[in-house]
């Protein structure tokens, strides 16, 4: 059976279904039996936060989450405390440190908010580890089971750039919440009273008569590397993970009159799981990926892009909600070059307009896209949302707008 007629366990149950996940992120055909490193799709993205349940309580109200679990003192954790949301099949666990001694908190004061690991579900994780190794890759856990009443969950991890990782998971015998650790919690606990015997849930009600989710799927995580080791950490998810390489946007793609940078996109066979990877690029003044590199210290996630089937409900949500998103200038929606460009779409110009959503148009089709401000203190991490109609591309149409509206905010911020 091909890996695009196949769904992992925990999409089986969250939905989206198969055909609704082939329209949001662009799934493609793809023959499993051949991979040398199956994946089978996104487990998790994992967070460092300063304040995870003041993030889980965020990412209910303003990103409309759903709260499915949670460890901390409680439930014998002692150094951290964590939170398990999702929405569609988009699942975020945000973990803050409560030791004086965590290492969470030596990677929040180095780093800020920002993912430690993107965890993907996999279906063997003993032939995975054995296959990254014999290639390279530094293993930093080794194969395990986590057991509870549930059943059990295989689990390794490996290392990949900046102190990002990989954790490779097998729950195709586990029916829990989340791991072996966690209860399960959810986000109407306090409307309803129950608080069970774990003290504090940060559990959060969604408002009545609001949207259902506002995003359903995790299209692509975005890292950003030093200058000079883009190609080094292409080839290493070429060599130990069998990725291939599906998009590369050099010189003029990507730069503009002040900054430039390079991109190259990974992905697994049948695309689910795809990592743009940047660097910047010599230039009269300093990119947004220096930018990030400085402020991060090091590499890392730039930003997650989550998949949406209604972008406009989408934005206007999250904007009466707080979220800020970068600003569009009125000439990108004047250019006759968009119009004869992208042709016809589902959402009138005009609208995306008064919103500053951007539009672009490959072979396969069309997308829409908008990108927030940084979420944190620091102007690291971001998020883009997109909506996709047969798009398989990146929006590169768009890039330079993009980087402009980046270079724009970089000088509010004395960066440029």
């Not at 405390?81 to 929040?108: Q, T």
Request: proline share 5%; aromatic share 8%.
């Amino acid at each position: 059976m091909s890996g695009s007629e196949t769904s992992t366990s925990w999409q089986r149950s969250a939905e989206p279904d198969l055909d609704q996940m082939r329209r949001l992120v662009g799934l493609v055909e793809h023959d499993t039996a051949a991979d040398p490193f199956p994946v089978s799709g996104w487990d998790a993205v994992v967070w460092s936060v300063g304040n995870a349940t003041q993030a889980a309580l965020f990412y209910q109200t303003v990103f409309g989450m759903e709260l499915l679990a949670y460890s901390g003192p409680e439930t014998g954790n002692r150094d951290h405390k964590a939170y398990v949301l999702r929405s569609g099949a988009v699942r975020f666990v945000l973990k803050g440190g409560v030791d004086p001694a965590s290492p969470l908190l030596r990677h929040h004061r180095r780093h800020g908010e920002g993912v430690i690991d993107i965890a993907l579900e996999v279906p063997d994780v003993d032939h995975c580890v054995a296959h990254a190794r014999a290639r390279g890759a530094t293993v930093v856990e080794e194969p395990h089971d986590l057991r509870d009443e549930h059943g059990t969950v295989r689990v390794a991890a490996i290392a990949t750039y900046g102190e990002t990782r990989h954790s490779l998971v097998d729950r195709s015998r586990y029916t829990g919440p989340y791991l072996p650790g966690y209860v399960s919690r959810t986000s109407d606990t306090r409307r309803t009273g129950d608080t069970g015997d774990t003290g504090d849930t940060s559990g959060q009600a969604r408002p009545a008569g609001g949207p259902g989710r506002l995003f359903q799927a995790l299209d692509h995580v975005v890292g950003n590397v030093e200058l000079g080791r883009l190609d080094e950490w292409v080839a290493f998810y070429n060599r130990v993970m069998g990725f291939t390489t599906m998009a590369e946007f050099v010189g003029g793609d990507v730069a503009t009159r002040y900054s430039a940078l390079m991109s190259k996109v990974v992905t697994n066979g049948n695309h689910r799981v795809k990592l743009p990877l940047n660097e910047p690029a010599v230039s009269a003044r300093r990119s947004q990926i220096d930018e990030y590199l400085d402020f991060y210290d090091g590499p890392g996630v730039q930003h997650l892009a989550l998949a949406t089937s209604d972008i406009i409900t989408t934005v206007d949500v999250l904007r009466a909600r707080g979220v800020e998103f970068l600003d569009t200038p009125d000439a990108y929606y004047r250019d006759p070059g968009l119009r004869a460009r992208v042709g016809e779409v589902r959402v009138p110009v005009e609208e995306l307009r008064t919103r500053g959503i951007l539009v672009d148009r490959d072979e396969d089709g069309y997308l829409l896209q908008i990108f927030t401000r940084p979420i944190g203190d620091r102007p690291t991490v971001f998020f883009e949302f997109i909506e996709r109609h047969g798009a398989l591309g990146f929006g590169v149409g768009n890039f330079r707008a993009l980087f402009e509206a980046i270079e724009r905010e970089q000088a509010r911020r004395g960066n440029l």
